[in-house]
């Protein structure tokens, strides 16, 4: 991780940023990613809470339950910025972190002073769910899994290759073979062969 690569700051010439710094660092403080990971599972579940017709009560309670998980996050935000300074920006978990992070603050203010906005703030807030991600990060395992399958994205891309080509041909001879078949039980107006894109279609429901 680049923030345990820097370097330490003065505590005689810069005691707020030392003490951000020694807050934030797992070798000093490693309660504190404990503690962002837990509120990432615990925002994630309270995201999930919400239901189409639920009460006003519960709406409350959620809203105002996501209102502190943002605050959390923005707090944190702020504390590694301001330790860590330019240096933040350079780690690319932290700009995707800071992102998820404006993302759930403007939705929130959107919501709060704008009340017609429900769809455009519904889009940002949903972003809040990409949190989950932050857990590779933070779990070895998780991370480990991910590294592999980054690193095998070439083969799967070739894999994919070779099964959009078996379907050309496969849609190619069904056209040929089977597009004047009569609408029966199986073959209706969604499921023939009487052109390439209906082919292609049957084809992934077959696969699927």
């Known amino acids: 991780k680049p923030e345990r690569r820097a370097e330490r ?3 005689a010439s810069e005691p707020l940023r030392a003490k951000a710094f020694a807050f934030i660092m797992p070798s000093t403080n490693p309660r504190f990613e404990q503690t962002i990971t837990t509120c990432i599972v615990l925002n994630t579940v309270v995201a999930a809470c919400t239901s189409f017709g639920e009460s006003r009560k519960a709406t409350v309670a959620l809203e105002s339950l996501n209102i502190m998980f943002s605050a959390i996050f923005l707090l944190e935000a702020a504390i590694k910025i301001v330790a860590l300074r330019g240096r933040y920006f350079k780690d690319s978990w932290n700009r995707f972190d800071f992102f998820i992070v404006c ?10 002073f704008v009340p017609r906005a429900d769809v455009l703030t519904s889009l940002i807030r949903t972003c809040r769910v990409l949190r989950l991600v932050r857990l590779i990060r933070s779990v070895e395992k998780l991370r480990a899994l991910f590294n592999t399958m980054v690193s095998s994205l070439p083969s799967i891309a070739n894999i994919g290759g070779l099964i959009g080509l078996l379907f050309f041909i496969y849609a190619s001879v069904g056209c040929q ?5 009569p609408d029966n039980g199986l073959i209706g107006p969604s499921a023939n062969f009487r052109s390439f894109g209906n082919a292609l279609l049957l084809l992934l429901r077959f696969s699927t």
Do not use: R
């Open 9 to 11: 700051p003065s505590a």
């Open 103 to 112: 993302g759930s603050t403007v939705g929130t203010v959107l919501a709060t």
């Open 177 to 181: 073979l089977y597009s004047f078949l």
